[in-house]
């Protein structure tokens, strides 16, 4: 039981430690990270979701994208919707989320984009906007402490057994 339980603790902390490792190097990668805090793209990125975009030239992007942008200029609000219209003439993209209805009031203008969404993991979104916070900060540091100390303890105590 002993192992197994050293095992476990392991895992979590090689798991941990890939997580935080990934949203540490994301961005030497090209890559901004964005939780995802709305319902407006689900099925395909759900509530909890983590989405990484890449920032590209406005000029690159084409109807289907999925892009995340600033909601309204000087606004540090973010949204991640599809693409349905680029409006080349007016600098501007009609965008609308996968779950809503209609399309966004609001065109996107160019200066708005943030990146072009490579892809999304779901669940994780939470775990980043939490390690964001001071108190995830400090709960993470914990965490980590008491599972190496935990990973020591059962390795003792297994050497003992034996």
Known sequence: M??????ITNIVVLALFILITFFILAPFFGLKL??????????????????AARTVPAEEIIA?????????????????HRVVEVNKAEGSFKTKGDSNEA???????????????QFSLPYLGYFYYFLGTMIGKITMIIVFLSLIILSVLLEKLIEKRE
């Open 2 to 7: 002993l192992k197994f339980l050293k095992v």
């Open 34 to 51: 964005y939780a995802v805090v709305s319902g407006s793209m689900e099925p395909g990125i759900p509530v909890g979701a983590l989405a």
């Open 64 to 80: 289907g994208d999925v892009i995340t942008f600033y909601v309204n200029p000087g606004s540090d609000t973010v949204a991640t």
């Open 103 to 117: 399309a966004d009031i609001n065109p996107v203008k160019y200066s708005q984009l943030l990146g072009r969404v």
